[in-house]
């Protein structure tokens, strides 16, 4: 399983979208998950849906990560998170230009 989690990581880049880290990645999926977690099977399940989805995942820091699900406020789709890019980029340049 971890060998697959590594690829999936590889395949999006080995870096966080918004802040480039390669520590501490996790593998977002833009649309929710519905997986099998209550059979008991979900992190299985959930790793071989990243692999058969990858258009529809995001690798974030897990500061990143857990910030986005506060900014999106359980709208987890594609809409907040290129928001949540875009307010992130805002307020990057923002600071750096002060």
Known sequence: ME???QQTVS?????CLICS???NLEVH??????????RG???LTRI????????KLALLCHHHHK???????GEINKETLLDYILYK????????NK
């Open 89 to 96: 980029y805002i307020e990057h340049t923002e600071w750096s």
């Open 3 to 5: 060998k697959r989690l």
């Open 21 to 23: 880290s390669r520590e």
């Open 41 to 43: 099977r979900g992190k």
């Open 48 to 55: 071989t849906d990243w692999l058969r989805n990858m258009d």
């Open 11 to 15: 395949q999006l880049g080995g870096k």
């Open 29 to 38: 999926h833009i649309f929710g998950f519905t997986g099998n977690r209550k």
């Open 67 to 73: 910030e986005y699900h506060n900014f999106c406020q």
